[in-house]
């Protein structure tokens, strides 16, 4: 059986004493049903990545020792997604999907037409732990607060490069932006996918005054939401991230 990984709060260091509690436990214990000689791939999104071994399996905890370091941590791409959140489950998928892409952190941002009242972060946070350890990454996205569309752009840091999908508007072709910004040295970047409904031309403005921020249209055909997401993400990886193979161009 694959050895099942987790991702973990606490610090790994050789020959450390660790025990899972709570769900952690109960995924080993009662749905894997791992016991004593068992092995668990570890990572924290700090110390890389370590294979322990369960030395007991009591009714509180797992308890482990860290034997070896399988994995060093290693420097990702930082790429952030501003999505307006959607209705039912395709909002779960984002966070997910965006875990498995590498994203660093997930934003959710509120505009005037998102029709979502209410965001739950945790489950949100719940997805992208799970694509994380489910695809191999060496960290896990964070998920913040939603925060509404004209305090992300008060907010924003300099130097960020912001790819807004401007719908039905004058843009630059995304591919050809990429391979523009691909020719300069590596920066922090991050994408912004509107509601369903589409942004409004003030929200769209507000959007196009920062200085870091780079319009870009994604083609012909009017895609959805999490279409859009996962297509400019993929699309960000492959020009810019850690798709391109050798050197990524991230620093050591």
Not at 53 to 79: F, K, N, S, W, Y
Not at 140 to 157: K, N
Request: with cysteine; hydrophobic share 40%; net charge negative.
């Amino acid at each position: 059986m694959t050895e099942p990984r987790l991702f973990v709060d606490q610090d790994l260091l050789a020959n450390q004493p660790l025990t899972l509690t709570g769900n952690q436990h109960h995924y080993l214990a009662k749905v894997l049903r791992l016991g004593a000689g068992a092995t668990v791939k570890l990572f924290n999104g700090r110390d890389g990545e370590w294979r322990a071994v369960i030395d007991h399996m009591t009714r509180q905890g797992a308890e482990m020792e860290l034997t070896e370091q399988l994995r060093p941590q290693t420097p990702e791409p930082d790429l952030w997604l501003l999505f307006a959140p959607i209705k039912g489950k395709r909002v779960d998928t984002i966070a997910e999907k965006a875990g498995e892409l590498g994203v660093s952190r997930i934003m959710p941002v509120i505009t005037h037409r998102t029709v979502v009242s209410r965001v739950n972060v945790d489950r949100l946070r719940a997805n992208a732990r799970e694509a994380a350890e489910q695809c191999e990454r060496l960290s896990v996205p964070e998920v913040t607060e939603p925060l509404d569309l004209r305090s992300a752009v008060g907010a924003w840091p300099r130097g960020r490069t912001l790819l807004f999908a401007d719908e039905r508007a004058s843009a630059t072709p995304i591919a050809q932006a990429l391979q523009s910004l691909a020719r300069e040295s590596a920066r922090p970047a991050a994408v912004l996918i509107g509601p369903e409904g589409g942004f409004t031309n003030e929200e769209k403005e507000l959007v196009r005054s920062l200085a870091d921020c780079v319009p870009v249209s994604l083609g012909p055909r009017l895609l959805r939401a999490d279409t859009a997401v996962f297509a400019m993400l993929a699309l960000w990886q492959a020009h810019q991230g850690d798709w391109r193979g050798g050197d990524a161009g991230w620093p050591d």
